[in-house]
């Protein structure tokens, strides 16, 4: 490739990845006003307590992340699923802001905390880029996940076994592949962003990733059929 058409790709890929935080961010306000039109405030009455619960949670993963060589991974989804598959259907556009709400508000505590107390391993850099791709991971992983897992035939609560196991198993592998893929494709496409080297990334943490990403799945499914039970009671 010539000299002038190198630069010109350069360039090209520069400006994609200077635009693609925002781009993500005018899709995650996209999502909540579709969302804010199907709000049902008396079901956000009814479930003040738990939805409160999940907003903290969820501030404490992100806070509380795992350290990478590059970059900082939380536990944020195993949040999401649970106050996703804990919740009626009726639910979803409140917990999807709720998620929004607690992503916002952890970004920011996220920035304090660098700035006032710096991790001592290498991190992003604290700005509002890096807000932006957190706020967007945690909230377009959940929606979209969320409404494949409805569009598959998943029931809302997860509870006692319905009388079509197969299809139930089956949504909720649907859900969680698609949750976790595109978590953790946002994280990768945010140090990709800032100059990393994604195959270093993983060759370097791919059994704590893994752990990050796929232990908690499991707990996700016991903790929403448990909060459940508990709320029915």
């Known amino acids: 490739m010539a000299l002038p058409e190198r630069e010109e ?15 993500l961010i005018v899709i995650t306000v996209g999502v909540l006003l579709s969302s804010a039109g199907q709000l049902d405030f008396d079901v956000l009455v009814d ?31 195993l949040v999401g699923m649970v106050a996703f598959l804990a919740m009626p259907r009726e639910a979803f556009p409140i917990t999807t802001w709720v998620m929004f709400i607690g992503a916002v508000i952890g970004a920011v505590t996220l920035q304090i ?9 290498r991190r992003q850099p604290v700005n509002l880029r890096s807000m932006a791709f957190v706020i967007a991971r945690v909230t377009l992983s959940f929606w979209v996940s969320g409404q494949l897992y409805l569009i598959s035939g998943g029931t809302l609560p997860l509870g006692r076994l319905p009388d079509d196991v197969g299809q139930m198993i089956l949504s909720l592998v649907i859900y969680a592949l698609v949750y ?9 496409l945010e ?6 080297s994604v195959a270093q990334i993983l060759r370097s943490n791919l059994l704590r990733v893994a752990a ?7 707990f996700a499914f016991l903790g929403a059929e448990i909060l459940n039970e508990l709320s029915s009671a």
Do not use: C, D, K
């Open 113 to 121: 905390r660098e700035r006032v107390q710096p991790r001592v391993r």
């Open 191 to 196: 140090v990709y962003s800032e100059g990393h």
């Open 212 to 218: 990050i990403m796929i232990l908690p799945i499991p």
């Open 9 to 23: 790709t350069n360039r090209t890929r520069s400006w994609l990845l200077a635009i693609m935080p925002w781009t």
């Open 47 to 77: 479930q003040t307590t738990f939805m409160i619960i999940y907003l903290f949670l969820l501030i404490f993963s992100l806070y509380f992340g795992v350290i990478l060589t590059e970059g900082e991974l939380s536990t944020t989804h």
């Open 180 to 188: 976790v893929t595109l978590y953790f494709a946002v994280f990768l």
